[in-house]
């Protein structure tokens, strides 16, 4: 079974910084499309950055080149440094990772963050 644990999130103030872990176990993150997401009390669940198997990343419109996507293939592991934080970057930040070899899709249980104004 595929799990993602994700770590990182908390309290912070607004122009802090938080850097997000999702340790994987039993799929391999450098050769799987991975990807972190948010979710805001009342709104829809969107994209805040992927990376492809071949270093190839996206974000949402709204991040304005404050966070950044990376991994750590030896430590099988995603990241997500988050810079000049804002009140409405609270949110519950999830990990995402499709399994090219099925196409299922796999979500962590989600990681807290909450930035204060």
């Known amino acids: 079974q595929v799990q993602l644990v994700e770590s990182g999130g908390g309290l912070v103030q607004a122009g802090g910084s938080l850097r997000l872990s999702c340790a994987a176990s039993r799929i391999i993150v450098s050769i799987n499309p991975m990807g972190w997401y948010r979710q805001a009390p009342g709104k829809q669940r969107e994209l805040v950055a992927s990376?492809?198997?071949?270093?190839?990343?996206n974000y949402g419109d709204f991040v304005k080149g404050r966070f950044i996507i990376s991994r750590d293939n030896a430590k099988n592991t995603l990241y997500l440094q988050m810079n000049s934080l804002k009140p409405e970057d609270t949110a519950v930040y999830y990990c995402?990772?499709?399994?090219?070899?099925?196409?299922?899709?796999?979500w962590g249980q989600g990681t807290q963050v909450t930035v204060s104004s």
């Open positions: 990376i492809t198997s071949s270093g190839n990343t």
């Open positions: 995402n990772v499709v399994e090219r070899s099925t196409w299922a899709t796999y």
